[in-house]
């Protein structure tokens, strides 16, 4: 913490996400978190559909594992080969009948307008791999760039843990059975009121409102730096 505390401070992305999603037991965490980051890089446009680029990723171009979950490979390939659409053009509905729903022909044709690589919208992703990704987090957020993170689920979580006023600051906190989640980091703050240290990043969640600080928790340095993260990337 001693890097943290020699330029302490906190930064927020610019554009934060248009609305807090609930996924429910649904296993579309990729793609709220990508829909989610395009929503911060792109402030001009309404809210997107995770469950179109979920339903394509999986349906269309036969992505995922047997019990749905997608890659950050596939999720990010669907956006360069068929955009997301406003959520408008297609509902998210997070159960199995709205997983399945085809979207209209006119939810297609409004992703098109926003496949990565075309009309200016292409944005490389740069993995953030190095022995502290909270000290590369921190400088991308300054840059106002979102970054997306998968990593293994505490116990409790979401029902008990994180809480609104209970960061998870411990990697040595008991896993849950094996899950993985993803999730987009919108912030971070390096201390509390008073001076004392926080150091944690802001963890924009897609299991709605009700669940931490409207939709809002803090995971600790400790924890973004240990094992219990598995991969992390920066939007650019």
Not at 81 to 99: K, L, M, N, P, Q
Request: aromatic content about 8%; hydrophobic content about 40%; overall charge negative.
């Amino acid at each position: 913490m001693a890097a943290v505390g020699a330029m302490a401070g906190s930064a927020t992305l610019p554009v934060l996400p248009r609305r807090t999603v609930n996924q429910g037991s649904t296993q579309c965490c990729v793609s709220c978190a990508l829909g989610a980051a395009m929503e911060a890089l792109h402030g001009d446009w309404d809210a997107l559909s995770p469950m179109f680029h979920y339903h394509v990723t999986r349906f269309v171009r036969g992505r995922g594992d047997a019990q749905g979950h997608l890659s950050f490979e596939d999720g990010f390939e669907t956006l360069t080969t068929h955009g997301i659409c406003r959520e408008a053009d297609h509902a998210s509905v997070f159960d199995d009948r709205g997983i399945a729903a085809r979207p209209s022909s006119a939810a297609f044709a409004d992703a098109a307008s926003r496949v990565v690589g075309l009309n200016g919208l292409f944005f490389p992703v740069e993995e953030i791999a190095s022995t502290s990704r909270a000290a590369d987090i921190r400088t991308h957020i300054r840059s106002g760039h979102p970054v997306v993170i998968l990593f293994n689920l505490p116990m409790g979580y979401p029902k008990t843990f994180p809480t609104a006023s209970d960061d998870w600051i411990d990697p040595g906190t008991p896993p849950a059975s094996g899950s993985s989640h993803c999730v987009l980091i919108v912030g971070f703050n390096d201390l509390r009121g008073g001076g004392s240290v926080r150091g944690a990043v802001q963890v924009f969640d897609s299991q709605g409102t009700n669940a931490f600080d409207k939709g809002l928790w803090w995971m600790g340095y400790r924890v973004l730096d240990s094992s219990v993260v598995l991969r992390a990337y920066a939007l650019i």
